[in-house]
């Protein structure tokens, strides 16, 4: 069955650096494109980013553009995030999820926390 097993999260001071990474398994991750959204406390999932199937083509949320790097390795079956510059506002519930922006295929999830 679909795998997404999310790893990386942590806390970070403002200003500082995490990498998410996103295992998959059960699925042909090559051909799907991959996204990775987040929920705050008391809030609604946000789309964070979004990669095509290749890598080549990426998008991000205005919240996260030019801080945030969305990767992947298909020889691994691994999705990445790259986030810099965390914001106290980053602090979420992050999920690696299988398709784009509407996707309903999450993983578990990885707490990011960003305080001083």
């Known amino acids: 069955q679909v795998q997404l097993l999310e790893s990386g999260g942590g806390l970070v001071q403002p200003g500082g650096s995490l990498r998410l990474s996103c295992a998959a398994s059960g699925f042909t991750f090559s051909i799907y494109t991959m996204s990775w959204v987040r929920q705050a406390p008391g809030k609604g999932p946000e789309w964070v980013s979004t990669i095509n199937t290749a890598g080549g083509s990426t998008y991000y949320a205005d919240s996260v553009k030019g801080r945030f790097t969305i990767s992947r390795d298909n020889a691994k079956n691994t999705l990445y995030l790259q986030m810099n510059s965390l914001k106290p506002e980053d602090t979420a519930l992050y999920y690696c999820?299988?398709?784009?922006?509407?996707?309903?295929?999450w993983g578990q999830g990885t707490q990011v926390t960003v305080s001083s």
């Open positions: 999820a299988r398709g784009g922006s509407g996707s309903k295929i």
